[in-house]
């Protein structure tokens, strides 16, 4: 097992305060980090953390997103819908 691979070392930025990087790319290092974890386990961890982390609210979101989200008000619907309890 690998003992305290370290921290991320990889590409980041500072958005809203917090030190951010590519889900992809965080993934990959901790896989790279820990050999002994696959890759499905290493996602399911990121996730995990990231719900610990974040209480599950994006840190950041696609720029398209708000064009998907005119699209919705356009057609009227302005109910918030229910929250998934899935994790992608």
Same mark, same amino acid.
């Given at each position: 097992?690998?003992?305290? =691979?370290?921290?991320? @070392? ?6 809203? +305060?917090?030190? *951010? $990087?590519?889900?992809?790319? !965080? %993934? ?15 996602? =399911?961890?990121?996730? @995990? ?6 209480? +599950?609210?994006? *840190? $950041?979101?696609?720029?398209? !997103? %708000? ?22």
């Amino acid at each position: 097992m690998t003992q305290n =691979a370290g921290r991320y @070392s990889g590409d980041s930025v500072e958005l809203d +305060g917090q030190e *951010v $990087a590519g889900f992809t790319e !965080v %993934v990959a290092h901790v896989a790279d980090e820990h050999p002994e974890v696959s890759l499905q386990t290493a996602r =399911a961890l990121v996730l @995990s953390e990231y719900e610990a982390a974040t209480g +599950g609210t994006p *840190v $950041a979101v696609p720029v398209d !997103v %708000v064009e998907g989200v005119d699209e919705l008000i356009a057609e009227g619907r302005t109910e918030a819908p229910a929250q998934s309890e899935d994790v992608a």
